[in-house]
């Protein structure tokens, strides 16, 4: 049976990464069935099937694990049951591998979002070469990003989640080819909104449920640019660079000033704190230019971070970073930032981009 097991994924995964003639055949048709059927079925349970099933998993592997620790003190008499138990682990990590494969993880190897659109590839040169190249857009990006948060937070108002929601997902229909638009898109409130607010985690998307879950505790100005980013996800957008980056597109596409006062707010957390490594006094400086809304909201957001984020949140980024890597994704969990010089670069093109936002 493993050896079974360990062929399928291999020759899935080596499908993946020498043939993109499969990916494309699995993002065109396999996926979007299985998201759209999977968003008819599970959006029949009013509470998040994700979180019970990571529950579960939990569960299980401290379980797991108790048990080798006993048959290892007792190895003599248990030894058989030991090597069986970690038979069955095995068995199992392969059976959830494949699951991932099969109802999302195909996914990261797409071709970058950016690339897909025409937009220029990253900088070249040396390492000081790059440094000088990444300061410029995120100055530039930062002037771009001041008089429209300026503009734009006299018009922003809080809206009810349920209200965010509906929108998104009107937006994501209006303005995209999503091939799951019509009904693969629904995202849960979790059930473990304070290990999440403990975790920095704002949202995630489930790939076996196809489910996407949000902490609805999180500031609600972030609120639109975090549901259409794991809409990304439930549209087939695997990198989390370029989940942002198809959420600040969308969000900035909708004539909707709540939104995009939201992807401005989100881009400029990104942009700033890049030009900060850099410069910190030219930093300061554009945040001072800042109207008093924006400059308190990033305070709340400052208060979230004090209260909450730590030793658990370090070690989830470590975790999650890990994992990045492991899916192809080269900067790990420094790939959310890169959508900053990726949203400059669509702002300079914003006059040529014109049509349904294209998702491949």
């Known amino acids: 049976m493993l050896a079974i097991l ?3 994924v291999w020759l899935v995964s ?3 990464a020498q043939f993109p003639g499969f990916v494309v055949w699995y993002s065109a048709h396999l996926y979007p069935s299985l998201q759209c059927g999977r968003q008819w079925l599970f959006t029949l349970i009013p509470f998040s099937l994700g979180d019970v ?4 998993l939990g569960v299980w592997l401290l379980v797991t694990v108790v048990r ?3 048959f290892m003190r007792k190895f003599g008499s248990h030894k058989d049951r030991l090597w069986g138990s970690v038979l069955n682990t095995i068995n199992t990590a392969f059976i959830v591998y494949f699951l991932f494969l099969l109802g999302w993880g195909a996914n990261y190897n797409k071709s970058p979002l950016a690339k897909s659109w025409g937009l220029p590839a990253r900088h070249k040169g040396d390492r000081r070469q790059r440094r000088a190249a990444d300061m410029a ?3 530039a990006f930062s002037k771009f990003l001041v008089p429209k948060l300026n503009a734009y937070a006299p018009q922003y108002k809080t809206l009810p989640y349920k209200h965010i929601h509906q929108r998104a997902v009107a937006y994501y229909r209006e303005f ?4 799951v638009k019509s009904n693969g898109f629904f995202i849960k409130s979790t059930l473990f909104t304070m290990p999440m607010q403990y975790m920095g985690v704002d949202g995630y998307y489930n790939p076996i449920t196809g489910e996407g879950q949000v902490n609805k505790e999180i500031a609600v100005f972030t609120m639109p640019f975090i549901l259409c980013h794991e809409m990304a996800h439930q549209a ?4 989390e660079g370029d989940a942002n980056l198809m959420a600040y597109a969308l969000c900035t596409r909708a004539n909707d000033p709540v939104f995009r006062y939201s992807a401005y707010i989100d881009l400029w957390l990104y942009a700033n704190n890049r030009l900060y490594r850099y410069d910190s006094g030219l930093a300061n400086s554009f945040t001072a230019q800042l109207n ?5 909201h990033l305070d709340t957001l400052d208060e979230i971070s004090r209260r909450y984020l730590g030793t658990t949140s370090r070690a989830t980024s470590e975790i999650y970073d890990s994992y990045l890597r492991m899916q192809h994704q080269e900067q790990g969990i420094r790939s959310y930032g890169n959508v900053m010089r990726e949203a400059w670069l669509l702002e300079q093109r914003r006059g040529t981009l014109r049509g349904l936002i294209h998702i491949p």
């Open 14 to 16: 080596f499908a993946l």
């Open 68 to 70: 080798w620790v006993y």
């Open 292 to 296: 008093p809304l924006t400059r308190a």
């Open 236 to 239: 087939g957008i695997a990198a």
């Open 176 to 179: 995209t080819d999503s091939r």
């Open 53 to 56: 099933l990571y529950f579960l």
């Open 137 to 139: 857009d995120a100055v």
């Open 6 to 8: 360990i062929g399928v």
